[in-house]
């Protein structure tokens, strides 16, 4: 079974601040997704990544994938209130499942 | 995007009664849908794997008797709770990829909130 960390667990943050999540994999990624989910929501998807190395700007979110397709990282530049939730990476093991990574929770405090 | 509805958002229950929840694909086709649980200021687990037309696949652990599946049509799987518990709190998730389109994003249920006293 596939295990996703992802860190850090918590981060509590002021506005304008930047800040990198993470996410590990036990196990090369088939498809890595990143996804940002609000209480009482589902997730949104934010970007998908499939190649080693390949690198994705998202307005102020910055996503890389590592070159061994193990690790991804999700850096956001200047963090407004509007970031705050909880960040999850995910990867599809099979024809669309998907397992989720343990979640960084992100508050961005005014 | 394409839209998938989850209802109830919220439900109470007593101990014992059984709580259905639909999740539907508002504008696509989904041939497979997904259920996932999560615990609060965790992450989704997934529970089962809907199937159009055919049994639920279930993951390790989660009891096929206690999370009824179905997924009668191409646009509507139901997860059915029976004899609820205390324990069985907690957000439950749908999610559902468009049929025949070959994309890997999946869309997600706004979730439901189940709260067994």
């Known amino acids: 079974t596939q295990l996703l960390e992802q860190s850090p667990q918590f981060l509590s943050i002021q506005e304008g601040e930047n800040l990198t999540v993470y996410c590990n994999s036990s196990s090369v990624f088939s498809s890595l997704q990143w996804y940002r989910q609000e209480p009482g929501e589902g997730p949104v998807l934010l970007v998908t990544v499939v190649t080693g190395g390949e690198v994705k700007k998202l307005k102020r979110l910055t996503f890389q994938f590592g070159d061994a397709r193990k690790d991804s990282s999700l850096h956001i530049t200047a963090a407004q209130t509007g970031d705050t939730g909880l960040y999850l990476c995910a990867d599809q093991y099979n024809f669309n499942k998907f397992y989720f990574g343990s979640g960084t929770k992100l508050n961005v405090k005014p | 995007g394409a839209v998938v509805s989850q209802h109830p958002s919220r439900v109470i229950c007593k101990s014992g009664t059984s709580v259905k929840i639909e999740c539907r694909s508002l504008d696509f086709q989904a041939t497979t849908m997904f259920w996932y649980r999560q615990f609060p200021k965790q992450s989704l687990m997934l529970m089962a794997t809907s199937n159009e037309g055919s049994k639920a696949t279930y993951e390790q652990g989660v009891e096929k008797d206690k999370f009824l599946i179905n997924h009668a049509s191409l646009t509507l799987s139901t997860l059915t709770v029976t004899s609820a518990h205390p324990e069985d709190s907690s957000f439950y998730i749908c999610?559902?990829?468009?049929?025949?389109?070959?994309?890997?994003?999946?869309?997600f249920g706004s979730g439901t909130q189940l709260s067994v006293l």
């Open positions: 999610s559902a990829s468009p049929h025949g389109t070959g994309t890997e994003k999946l869309f």
